[in-house]
């Protein structure tokens, strides 16, 4: 998985924007950061899980999906290293973020 292929698949959410925050870009939608890319460094995505989404992804796929270090982390920000990923199981991460804030509203 490269960035632009990250991307590409966060903004082919509907009424998804990209912005930046911090020097990296954010994905967002309803003005709410639901993926971010490039943090720690370019080789790194993140997606804002639930904890128990986090648990599976993290079960499912531990050499592509790890929690973020500190309270970001508990509250399901999950890293994403891209050079492992499978383009399937980021797409269902991605989407799963998105419905959390477009949706669902869960994440505060």
Excluded at 47 to 55: A, H, S
Excluded at 70 to 77: D, E, I, K, L, S
């Amino acid at each position: 998985m490269t960035p632009s292929e990250f991307r590409n698949l966060a903004l082919a959410l509907a009424d998804t924007k990209e912005s930046r925050h911090m020097d990296h870009p954010d994905f967002r939608v309803s003005g709410k950061v639901f993926a971010s890319m490039g943090y720690p460094d370019k080789s790194w995505g993140m997606v804002r899980l639930t904890p128990d989404q986090q648990m599976g992804y993290v079960a499912r796929h531990p050499d592509a999906f790890v929690p973020v270090k500190g309270a970001w982390g508990r509250r399901g920000a999950t890293g994403v290293i891209l050079k492992t990923v499978k383009k399937a199981a980021l797409r269902d991460a991605l989407r799963e973020a998105w419905l959390n804030i477009a949706v669902n509203h869960t994440l505060k």
